[in-house]
């Protein structure tokens, strides 16, 4: 064809065809958008950042840590205890996995006399997980005490800090306990609605654990002193801190993000028929958290969101506004024939 044939097409031939085309491109935009294109977008994000504050929901009573150098174990006046957490997605990160890190630590709202530090414990977990599902996969870590290593964990499974994004609850799902380092099953207690959002309530319980006898155990979590200072007659007796407790979460189903909790801590001395309190508290997660972490809960949600629902919308009415643009200039072309 010569250049002066190609001419020969004008604007209003090429538009329909054009208009064709756009509404096919549209079309398939509409069917891949949600399909394709949702669940790449539906993963934990790497700019993950969460802090959550959980004052006790009562005073609490806790053993006075001047006293474990003092002539008898003495137990604190009630007073508001503070868990501190925070989460955050560090190295190794890419496209599959991403490593979560969390520190957490139960304080004392008020520094107790003599002493120099408010905090009872402190944890520092690490666990590498996968973007899509949010389950273990590599390597998981947890340290008690800065001064030692952190402790690998090799069969660690189930979920601890967040959930897979466009999360369905599974009665076979468990939850991780990182220091106790017990797996226990999470039961569906029902769905709630959170600043209109979707949420799944879930709960664990965690069976009271021996911490001096698991691997690598913290060499504070046993503990030997004269008999008197347990208010015993006799000798020396050693007691082991054992903990258990229960986790009760409230979960954003379409990011996976634990947007409240309620968590039970029961931490203890024992040695025979010898129970000395160390913790025993229920903290939930204060007003100004929630808030937080529903506010994250929609970020992380929302590329995935406007993939899956709004795409495919504004797709659909391009293809039919320029299908129908296509279908009215080639009835006009015709009429004009």
Same mark, same amino acid.
């Given at each position: 064809?010569?250049?002066?044939?190609? $001419?020969?097409? +004008?604007?209003?031939?090429?538009?329909?065809?054009?208009?064709?085309?756009?509404?096919?491109?549209?079309?398939?935009?509409?069917?891949?958008?949600?399909?394709?294109?949702?669940?790449?977008?539906?993963?934990?994000?790497?700019?993950?950042?969460?802090?959550?504050?959980?004052?006790?929901?009562?005073?609490?009573?806790?053993?006075?840590?001047?006293?474990?150098?003092?002539?008898?174990?003495?137990?604190? *006046?009630?007073?508001?205890?503070?868990?501190?957490?925070?989460?955050?997605?560090?190295?190794?990160?890419?496209?599959?996995?991403?490593?979560?890190?969390?520190?957490?630590?139960? =304080?004392? #709202?008020?520094?107790?006399?003599?002493?120099?530090? *408010?905090?009872?414990?402190?944890?520092?977990?690490? %666990?590498?997980?996968?973007?899509?599902?949010?389950?273990?996969?590599?390597?998981?870590?947890?340290?008690?005490?800065?001064?030692?290593?952190?402790?690998?964990?090799?069969?660690?499974?189930?979920?601890?800090?967040?959930?897979?994004?466009?999360?369905?609850?599974? $009665?076979?799902?468990?939850?991780? #306990? *990182?220091?106790?380092?017990?797996?226990?099953?999470?039961?569906?207690?029902?769905?709630?609605?959170?600043?209109?959002?979707?949420?799944?309530?879930?709960?664990?319980?965690?069976?009271?654990?021996?911490?001096?006898?698991?691997?690598?155990?913290?060499?504070?979590? =046993?503990? +030997?002193?004269?008999?008197?200072?347990?208010?015993? *007659?006799?000798?020396?007796?050693?007691?082991?801190?054992?903990?258990?407790?229960?986790?009760?979460?409230?979960?954003?189903?379409?990011?996976?993000?634990?947007?409240?909790?309620?968590?039970?801590?029961?931490?203890?001395?024992?040695?025979?028929?010898?129970?000395?309190?160390?913790?025993?508290?229920?903290?939930?997660?204060?007003?100004?958290?929630?808030?937080?972490? %529903?506010?994250?809960? =929609?970020?992380? $949600?929302?590329?995935?969101?406007?993939?899956?629902?709004?795409?495919?919308?504004?797709? %659909?009415?391009?293809?039919?506004?320029?299908?129908?643009?296509?279908?009215?200039?080639?009835?006009? $072309? =015709?009429?004009?024939?």
């Amino acid at each position: 064809m010569s250049d002066d044939q190609a $001419s020969r097409f +004008t604007t209003r031939q090429l538009l329909p065809p054009t208009l064709v085309f756009l509404a096919a491109l549209f079309a398939t935009v509409a069917i891949t958008a949600p399909t394709l294109l949702a669940p790449q977008l539906a993963r934990v994000s790497l700019d993950t950042n969460l802090v959550a504050i959980a004052p006790s929901t009562e005073p609490a009573v806790t053993l006075d840590r001047c006293s474990l150098d003092g002539p008898r174990a003495v137990l604190t *006046p009630p007073t508001t205890l503070i868990r501190n957490q925070r989460i955050v997605v560090v190295r190794p990160a890419d496209r599959r996995i991403a490593t979560v890190q969390a520190g957490t630590a139960i =304080r004392r #709202d008020d520094k107790a006399p003599g002493c120099s530090d *408010p905090v009872l414990f402190a944890t520092l977990d690490r %666990v590498t997980v996968d973007r899509t599902t949010a389950a273990p996969t590599g390597e998981s870590s947890v340290q008690t005490d800065s001064r030692r290593p952190a402790w690998v964990l090799p069969d660690r499974s189930g979920f601890t800090y967040l959930f897979a994004p466009r999360f369905t609850p599974d $009665s076979a799902q468990r939850f991780f #306990d *990182p220091v106790t380092r017990q797996h226990a099953p999470l039961t569906v207690l029902g769905r709630d609605i959170r600043d209109g959002r979707a949420v799944t309530r879930m709960r664990a319980e965690i069976p009271d654990t021996d911490l001096a006898a698991l691997p690598g155990a913290d060499p504070r979590m =046993r503990l +030997t002193r004269p008999a008197a200072w347990f208010g015993r *007659p006799g000798a020396d007796m050693t007691a082991d801190v054992w903990q258990g407790g229960r986790y009760t979460l409230w979960v954003d189903e379409a990011s996976g993000l634990v947007v409240d909790a309620e968590i039970v801590v029961r931490r203890d001395y024992r040695a025979g028929d010898l129970r000395l309190p160390d913790v025993e508290a229920t903290f939930r997660y204060d007003e100004q958290t929630r808030k937080s972490l %529903v506010d994250a809960a =929609r970020t992380q $949600s929302r590329p995935a969101w406007l993939a899956g629902r709004i795409v495919p919308i504004v797709a %659909v009415i391009a293809a039919l506004a320029a299908a129908g643009g296509a279908w009215t200039l080639r009835r006009r $072309s =015709r009429d004009a024939a």
